[in-house]
């Protein structure tokens, strides 16, 4: 028995000699290759985020457009764990001063980038007053399922408890992230995920300006994108607008409707040139019986009569209120008036006829 268990011990630790040298002459496995991180371009045009006041407690008072897009990326050092930057300076404006002709300089310049083959994704820092606008309008002509988002900040940096480092550390995360792949412009701000299309300035003052009545498509919380839904108008691949093919729009005014507010901006905006006017009227885009003539007379000169509401949730419904179907008017269904021209203007680039124009109210 002693023989034995000396030989079953001797058997033991050759094998595991012979094992510990199989190790040592086996290469150790290759580390996981590390997931290459996204390319994404920031495109700076100003506003609040690129602000600046005289002291920390001013958070209201201060100048916009005043740090350049390669400060506001080094301000975020936390941007280089996430993608690969790299930022233009498109504008350096407050967003009040953006024109159809800086819309449309800033939308080709997104088209191309998105055609790059070594983009992954594309930042732009805005100024808040017309970001709803510049997102809607983004949403429309471009031609992608590459992650767009706009961000922006109602606090300057200099303020205490500034909300832009995080809103674009957001953004980045939502730009580099391949499932906002095909969900149209978004807008990070304050947390949430917002469809550029529906996204609207709610709140001044306050960081959590930004809202939808239709709710937010998801949130991004310590670097991670949640989504609730998604959206389900037309926009981006399935738009019928490219802004290869748009070098100009067409003036579109609106009027906004009050108790009391007479025919005289209405007949102004059309002397002026307008192709079409926004009707923000009150309730359901009501329009006060002594201006039925007046619209309905700019409409047979060739000027497109559209209805809006001056109230920021709901919808306009068609043939209520107004005859719509009698008087050749549209209604912008549940768009608001700024986001109703942006439409008007691109519409009109296509068509002047009411019932294309009532189609593509109803699909965008």
């Given at each position: 028995m002693f023989k034995i268990d000396r030989w079953i011990h001797a058997a033991a630790a050759l094998l595991l000699s012979s094992a510990l040298s199989a190790c040592a002459q086996t290469p150790a496995a290759a580390p996981a290759q590390a997931t290459a991180k996204a390319n994404i371009v920031v495109l700076a045009t100003g506003g609040t985020i690129a602000g600046a006041g005289a002291s920390a407690a001013n958070s209201a008072t201060y100048q916009a457009a005043k740090v350049p897009v390669d400060k506001l990326i080094a301000g975020v050092?936390?941007?280089?764990?996430?993608a690969n930057l790299r930022g233009?300076?498109?504008?350096?404006?407050?967003s009040e001063s953006f024109t159809n002709e800086k819309l449309i300089t800033l939308g080709k310049r997104v088209a191309a980038l998105a055609k790059d083959p070594g983009v992954d994704g594309i930042v732009i820092t805005h100024g808040t007053d017309t970001l709803e606008e510049t997102s809607f309008f983004l949403t429309l002509v471009v031609r992608t399922d590459k992650p767009i988002v706009l961000v922006g900040s109602m606090r300057p940096g200099t303020a205490m408890s500034a909300d832009g480092a995080l809103n674009l550390y957001d953004a980045v995360v939502l730009a580099a992230d391949k499932s906002s792949r095909g969900k149209g412009v978004l807008v990070a701000m304050n947390d949430d995920i917002l469809s550029g299309r529906d996204a609207s300035k709610r709140i001044n003052i306050k960081t959590n300006a930004f809202g939808s009545q239709w709710g937010a498509l998801g949130s991004v919380v310590?670097?991670?994108?949640?989504?609730?839904?998604?959206?389900v108008k037309r926009h981006t691949n399935d738009s019928e607008f490219d802004i290869e093919k748009i070098d100009a729009l067409p003036m579109v005014s609106i009027v906004y409707g009050s108790g009391e507010m007479g025919t005289a901006l209405a007949e102004a905006a059309a002397k002026a040139g307008a192709k079409a006017i926004i009707h923000a009227g009150t309730g359901?885009?009501?329009?006060?019986?002594?201006e039925v003539a007046t619209l309905r007379k700019l409409r047979a000169d060739g000027v497109q009569i559209i209805r809006s509401a001056r109230v920021p949730d709901g919808f306009v419904l068609r043939n209520s209120e107004q005859p719509d179907d009698k008087y050749d008017w549209v209604v912008a269904h549940d768009l608001n008036p700024q986001k109703a021209k942006i439409l008007a203007a691109l519409a009109l680039t296509k068509t002047g006829d009411t019932k294309e124009l009532q189609r593509i109210f109803w699909q965008y």
């Open positions: 050092p936390e941007l280089a764990e996430v233009e300076q498109v504008f350096q404006i407050a310590e670097g991670k994108t949640y989504w609730f839904r998604a959206p359901n885009g009501s329009v006060p019986d002594y």
